[in-house]
C-alpha cells in the first residue's frame, strides 16, 4: 500500500511541476485572473505532494521508546496540514485575486496562449487524476467511493485524488471564464471564474480537513479488522467467549487492539498463555498490520459493565480498574 501511495503522490507531483510552469508564464502574458489563480492552484499542489511524501518517510520511521507503535500518525498530521495549505493558499489567493479583477478589471490580451495551456494543463491532470482514481478503486473494493473515502485509512491517495479532481474541476471553470471573456469583451468573467476556482478549492479543503482531522484524533480500525479478531478469538477451544474488541489505528499499516476474552475456568496460566500465542498468531496472519494485540480475561458481565462506563464518559475507579493484561 506505501508503494502504491508513493507512486501516486510521485505522478501527482510531476504533472504540478510542469503545469504550475507553463501557468504562470501564461498568465505574465495574457494578465489572466483566472489563469494566475490556476498557477498559485498548481504551486500548492505541488507543496502538497512535497509534504505528503515528507509525510510517507517520516511515518516509516521504526518504532522507539518515546513511540512504541511507531510513527504512523506522523502522515495523518501532514495530510491535515495539506488541507490547511489548500484552503489558505489555493482558495484564499484566488478569491482574493478574483475580487481584485472585479474591482480593477483589465482587458485579457493574447487569449489563445490561455487556451493551449489550458488544454495541456488538463493532459497532465488528466494523467495524475487517471493513475490516482485506478489506485483508489483497487483500494476501495467492494466500498461505495464516499463510503471508501470515509473509512481508508491512509490519507495519500484519497488526498491526491480530491487534489487532482478539484484542479480539474477549476481548469474547466478557468476554461470558461476565459472564453466569456474573450467573446463578451468582458474581463469580470475571468474574475468571477477565479472566484469559483476558490470556492472549489474551499470545498475541497473542507473535506480533507474533516477526514485527516478524525484520522489524526484517533479512530478505530475498520469494521472487518474488528470482526476478525473476534472471530479468531471466539474459534479457539480455549475461549468461552470472545466479549469484544477495542482498536486504534496509529497509521495507514499500524493498529493496536485490546480484546476482551473469557476463558474456560479450568485453564492454568501456561495454557491461557497458549491460547493468547494461537489467537496473536491467526489475527497477524489475517491482518498483518495489527502490531500489538493485548487481551484481558474477562467474564461477558464484566465487559459489559466497562465498555458501558467508557462509553458514558464515566471515569473507571481504582476497584474497578483491570489487572494488567496477561499479554
Same mark, same amino acid.
Given at each position: 500500500?506505501?508503494?502504491?501511495?508513493?507512486?501516486?503522490?510521485?505522478?501527482?507531483?510531476?504533472?504540478?511541476?510542469?503545469?504550475?510552469?507553463?501557468?504562470?508564464?501564461?498568465?505574465?502574458?495574457?494578465?489572466?485572473?483566472?489563469?494566475?489563480?490556476?498557477?498559485?492552484?498548481?504551486?500548492?499542489?505541488?507543496?502538497?505532494?512535497?509534504?505528503?511524501?515528507?509525510?510517507?518517510?517520516?511515518?516509516?520511521?521504526?518504532?522507539?521508546?518515546?513511540?512504541?507503535?511507531?510513527?504512523?500518525?506522523?502522515?495523518?498530521?501532514?495530510?491535515?496540514?495539506?488541507?490547511?495549505?489548500?484552503?489558505?493558499?489555493?482558495?484564499?489567493?484566488?478569491?482574493?485575486?478574483?475580487?481584485?479583477?472585479?474591482?480593477?478589471?483589465?482587458?485579457?490580451?493574447?487569449?489563445?496562449?490561455?487556451?493551449?495551456?489550458?488544454? /495541456? %494543463? =488538463? @493532459?497532465?491532470?488528466?494523467?495524475?487524476?487517471?493513475? *490516482?482514481?485506478?489506485?483508489? $478503486?483497487?483500494? !476501495?473494493?467492494? #466500498?461505495?467511493?464516499?463510503?471508501?473515502?470515509?473509512?481508508?485509512?491512509?490519507?495519500?491517495?484519497?488526498?491526491?485524488?480530491?487534489?487532482?479532481?478539484?484542479?480539474?474541476?477549476?481548469?474547466?471553470?478557468?476554461?470558461?471564464?476565459?472564453?466569456?471573456?474573450?467573446?463578451?469583451?468582458?474581463?469580470?468573467?475571468?474574475?468571477? /471564474? %477565479? =472566484? @469559483?476556482?476558490?470556492?472549489?478549492?474551499?470545498?475541497? *479543503?473542507?473535506?480533507?480537513? $474533516?477526514?485527516? !482531522?478524525?484520522? #489524526?484524533?484517533?479512530?478505530?480500525?475498520?469494521?472487518?479488522?474488528?470482526?476478525?479478531?473476534?472471530?479468531?478469538?471466539?474459534?479457539?477451544?480455549?475461549?468461552?467467549?470472545?466479549?469484544?474488541?477495542?482498536?486504534?489505528?496509529?497509521?495507514?499499516?499500524?493498529?493496536?487492539?485490546?480484546?476482551?476474552?473469557?476463558?474456560?475456568?479450568?485453564?492454568?496460566?501456561?495454557?491461557?498463555?497458549?491460547?493468547?500465542?494461537?489467537?496473536?498468531?491467526?489475527?497477524?496472519?489475517?491482518?498483518?498490520?495489527?502490531?500489538?494485540?493485548?487481551?484481558?480475561?474477562?467474564?461477558?458481565?464484566?465487559?459489559?459493565?466497562?465498555?458501558?462506563?467508557?462509553?458514558?464518559?464515566?471515569?473507571?475507579?481504582?476497584?474497578?480498574?483491570?489487572?494488567?493484561?496477561?499479554?
Amino acid at each position: 500500500m506505501a508503494a502504491s501511495g508513493h507512486k501516486v503522490v510521485l505522478v501527482a507531483l510531476a504533472g504540478n511541476v510542469a503545469v504550475a510552469i507553463t501557468k504562470f508564464v501564461a498568465a505574465g502574458i495574457t494578465g489572466s485572473s483566472a489563469m494566475l489563480s490556476e498557477g498559485v492552484h498548481s504551486l500548492v499542489d505541488c507543496t502538497n505532494e512535497l509534504l505528503m511524501l515528507y509525510g510517507m518517510r517520516r511515518s516509516q520511521r521504526a518504532p522507539d521508546e518515546a513511540h512504541p507503535f511507531g510513527h504512523g500518525r506522523e502522515l495523518y498530521f501532514w495530510a491535515f496540514i495539506v488541507a490547511l495549505l489548500v484552503f489558505a493558499l489555493g482558495a484564499g489567493v484566488s478569491v482574493y485575486e478574483g475580487v481584485h479583477h472585479l474591482r480593477h478589471p483589465e482587458p485579457m490580451v493574447r487569449p489563445s496562449v490561455n487556451y493551449l495551456v489550458l488544454g /495541456a %494543463s =488538463i @493532459v497532465f491532470e488528466g494523467w495524475s487524476w487517471i493513475v *490516482a482514481i485506478r489506485q483508489f $478503486r483497487r483500494d !476501495k473494493g467492494a #466500498l461505495g467511493w464516499f463510503q471508501a473515502f470515509r473509512q481508508s485509512k491512509d490519507p495519500t491517495t484519497f488526498t491526491v485524488l480530491f487534489e487532482d479532481t478539484a484542479a480539474l474541476a477549476g481548469l474547466v471553470v478557468a476554461l470558461v471564464g476565459v472564453a466569456l471573456a474573450q467573446l463578451t469583451g468582458n474581463p469580470t468573467y475571468d474574475g468571477a /471564474a %477565479s =472566484i @469559483v476556482i476558490g470556492l472549489i478549492l474551499a470545498v475541497t *479543503a473542507g473535506l480533507l480537513a $474533516r477526514e485527516t !482531522k478524525a484520522l #489524526l484524533v484517533g479512530e478505530s480500525a475498520g469494521r472487518l479488522v474488528r470482526e476478525d479478531i473476534l472471530r479468531i478469538a471466539g474459534a479457539d477451544p480455549d475461549v468461552r467467549c470472545a466479549n469484544g474488541v477495542i482498536t486504534q489505528q496509529f497509521g495507514p499499516d499500524t493498529v493496536v487492539a485490546a480484546l476482551s476474552a473469557d476463558f474456560h475456568d479450568h485453564l492454568d496460566t501456561p495454557r491461557i498463555e497458549q491460547c493468547i500465542g494461537r489467537i496473536e498468531t491467526g489475527v497477524q496472519a489475517a491482518h498483518p498490520e495489527v502490531v500489538a494485540l493485548f487481551i484481558k480475561p474477562q467474564t461477558a458481565e464484566t465487559w459489559r459493565r466497562r465498555i458501558s462506563r467508557l462509553r458514558d464518559g464515566v471515569a473507571v475507579t481504582r476497584a474497578d480498574a483491570a489487572p494488567p493484561p496477561l499479554h
